[in-house]
């Protein structure tokens, strides 16, 4: 599978950017116009598609590089965010029971978005406060 690196390795990074795109739209939709259509199935079945694609390439980048969580500790830390992320954006969206506290969510989903792909590109936990160190 290595001779796929480049091409998956894009896949996956346009996958992460679409994906942080149609939660940014969706929230904005939401949050700002009140519109139904972010919580639309269409909508909502895209972004399922788009994340589908994001975890299954990245599972294929882990099983090339051999890069694991628990032994490679920016990975480790991008898992967990990840995890974090997917609640935050959750009660963001839906669960949250004001809307005050649902854009509170997103917004704090969109700083830990952000953060996780700051991790990524640094290759360390610290990700963008690398810099000040």
Request: aromatic fraction near 14%.
């Amino acid at each position: 599978m290595i001779e796929f690196y480049f091409e998956i390795r894009a896949v996956h990074i346009g996958s992460v950017i679409l994906s942080g795109l149609i939660f940014f739209l969706r929230g904005v939709g939401l949050h700002a116009f009140k519109a139904s259509w972010p919580m639309a199935a269409p909508v909502r079945f895209t972004s399922y598609t788009v994340d589908t694609v994001l975890l299954t390439s990245a599972m294929m980048l882990t099983v090339i590089l051999q890069q694991y969580p628990l032994a490679d500790h920016w990975l480790t830390v991008k898992v967990a965010l990840l995890i974090i992320y997917i609640v935050l954006g959750a009660y963001g969206l839906k669960y949250a029971k004001t809307p005050r506290a649902r854009l509170g969510f997103w917004l704090a989903a969109l700083a830990l978005y952000l953060y996780i792909v700051s991790v990524a590109r640094a290759h360390d936990p610290l990700g963008v406060f690398t810099l000040l160190l």
